[in-house]
C-alpha cells in the first residue's frame, strides 16, 4: 500500500514505514535509547528528505519511549529526580540546537551537515562502547576475575552543588548531568535523535549510574527533549510530516513492548555489545553514502 506524504512530497509503501517503526521501537526498549540514531538514516534511505526525516523523527521517538518508560516504570527502574536534571540540559540544548539547525538550513547545508554528524558521532561512540563492552564481558566470563569496586571519588564527585539521587545510589554534582542534557538536547534537534546513544554511555561511564536504572532513567528524558524539539521544528521550520509520523508512531509503540522484553532476557553486557555493532553498522553505511559518487552527476551553470 502506498501513501503521499505531503510535507515530504513523496510516495511511500506504507508497510516498509510500519516495519521501520518497529524495529526501532524493539531497539528503544532494549537499549533505552530513542532509535534515532537508525531510524533517521533509513528514512534517508527510504527517499525522505533529511529536514523532514529529522524532524519528524522527533515525534515518533516521544511514542516509542513512552511506551518504553512505562514497562520500565512498573519495575522501577527509573530515577525520576535524575531524569528531571537531565531534562533542564536537554531543553536548553533542544532549543539551541533548533536554531543551529535553522541557520545551516537558511546556507543550504543542513543536508550534509546532519550525514556528516551521524558518521563522526556513531564512529566514535560506537567504537568505544564496542572495545568496552567486550572487556568487560571477557572479564565477566573469567572464574579468577572479581570486579573492583567502584570508584567512589572522582571529578564528578569533587565539583559543586552536590544532590543525591538515591534511586542510582549517587551523590554527585549536578552540573555534569546538566551538562549532558544539554549536549543530547542539541543532538536531539539537529540529528533527529533521542540522544540515548550518546546519553546511555555518558550515564554509565561519566555519572556511574548502575545499568539496570540507565535505560529507564534515559527513556523518561528523552520523551521531554524529543517532544520539545518536535513543536520547536513544526512552528519555525513546518518539516513536520504527520502522516509519516503517526505510521512510524503506531510501529514504534508496539516495537518498545516486545524490546522490553527481550531487554529482561539478556545480561548488561550482551545488551552494550550488541548497541556498540548496531552503531558502526549504521555509521559505515551512512559513510558509504557520502564517499561513493553518485549514479547521476548535476551542475548549474549560467545560461547565456
Excluded at 179 to 191: A, H, N, Q, R, W
Excluded at 219 to 243: E, R
Excluded at 249 to 265: D, P
Aim: net charge positive.
Amino acid at each position: 500500500m502506498t501513501i503521499y506524504l505531503p510535507i515530504a512530497e513523496v510516495s511511500v509503501n506504507a508497510y516498509l514505514l510500519l516495519g521501520a517503526g518497529g524495529i526501532v521501537g524493539i531497539l528503544s526498549g532494549m537499549f533505552g535509547v530513542g532509535g534515532g540514531f537508525l531510524l533517521t538514516p533509513l528514512l534517508f534511505f527510504i527517499g525522505i528528505p533529511p529536514a523532514v526525516a529529522v524532524a519528524t523523527q522527533s515525534a515518533q521517538i516521544v511514542a516509542s519511549s513512552i511506551s518504553g518508560v512505562l514497562a520500565h516504570v512498573q519495575r522501577r527502574t527509573v530515577d525520576f529526580k535524575m531524569g528531571g536534571v537531565l531534562l533542564i540540559g536537554g531543553l536548553v540544548g533542544a532549543a539551541l540546537g533548533v536554531l543551529i539547525f535553522n541557520y545551516l538550513k537558511s546556507l543550504g547545508q543542513v543536508d550534509l551537515f546532519v550525514r556528516l554528524c551521524y558518521v563522526l558521532f556513531l564512529g566514535v561512540i560506537g567504537g568505544l562502547m564496542f572495545f568496552e563492552s567486550v572487556r568487560a564481558w571477557r572479564r565477566s566470563k573469567s572464574k579468577s576475575y572479581k570486579p573492583a569496586p567502584r570508584k567512589q571519588r572522582g571529578w564528578v564527585h569533587s565539583m559543586p552543588l552536590k544532590m543525591r539521587f538515591r534511586t542510582s545510589g549517587l551523590y554527585i554534582s549536578a552540573i555534569p548531568v546538566v551538562v549532558v542534557g544539554t549536549v543530547v538536547g542539541i543532538l536531539s534537534s539537529i540529528m533527529g535523535v533521542g540522544g540515548g546513544f550518546i546519553m546511555v554511555p555518558a550515564m554509565i561511564y561519566i555519572l556511574g549510574m548502575p545499568t539496570k536504572v540507565v535505560v529507564g532513567t534515559s527513556l523518561f528524558q528523552i520523551i521531554f527533549v524529543a517532544g520539545f524539539s518536535t513543536i520547536l521544528h513544526a512552528t519555525t521550520n513546518y518539516t513536520v510530516d504527520i502522516a509519516l509520523a503517526l505510521l512510524l508512531l503506531i510501529g514504534g509503540v508496539i516495537g518498545a513492548q516486545f524490546g522490553t522484553q527481550i531487554a529482561v532476557k539478556m545480561k548488561s553486557e550482551q545488551l552494550r555489545i550488541l548497541l556498540s555493532l548496531m552503531v558502526l553498522v549504521v555509521c559505515f553505511r551512512i559513510a558509504l553514502d557520502l564517499l561513493i559518487m553518485p549514479s547521476e552527476l548535476f551542475s548549474l551553470g549560467m545560461i547565456e
